[in-house]
């Protein structure tokens, strides 16, 4: 009888300037840090990217299944994201974010968007994103059910509002939380039963 797979469900702080793939192909840049640099678990891949000046929750794992129904945008689940951006967004930029703009001949999915009151709580990023004296910034928490490349930057862009840091803190019910950057560990399994219930996916073929 053949032995039962063991699963592996790993949550990762990358941090910025890592590329969220475990070997560097196709790039004439040295020296560039992969996954392997971080996670020394064999057989684990990431269910879905960061790009690499992008930092925060990546979930790595050997589940195929898993990892198709994390990917497919048909079911689509939510990441979240802090969004620290150029300038001050008005109530109208935020309401576009909102209902969806275009990039590239796309309409972005309704999406849920509100402007933090204070300063999130994040290790100051190395290196430090550029200052402008006379240019405020504000942070948005923005959360997507669908992830098109660099999607969070061409939309704030799409709406006058460049982003300068992208921090992805979590995944469905993930949260990146009390991991800081380079960190990561197991998930649960309460945690890979409450991910299973969130994509309507069978725990009973999740479970290590």
Known sequence: MPKKQSYRYLLFYKPYGVLSQFTDTGSAVADRRTLKDWVPVPSVYPAGRLDLDSEGLLLLTNNGPLQ??????????????????????????????????????????????????LEPPLKPRDPPIRFRKNVPTAWLQIAL????????????AAVGFPTLRLVRVAIG?????????????????????QLCQSLNFQSERALP
Do not use: C
């Open 145 to 156: 059910t669908e992830g098109r490349n660099r999607q969070v930057r061409r939309m704030t």
């Open 173 to 193: 019910p993930l949260r990146l939380e009390p991991l800081e950057p380079g960190q990561w560990r197991d998930l649960t399994g309460d945690e890979v039963k």
């Open 68 to 117: 198709h129904r994390l990917l497919d945008p048909r079911f689509g689940h939510p990441r979240t994201y802090w969004v620290q951006v150029e300038r001050i967004p008005d109530e109208d930029a935020l309401q576009r974010l909102r209902s969806g703009v275009e990039i590239e001949n796309y309409r972005t999915r309704p999406a849920t968007v509100e402007r933090l009151p």
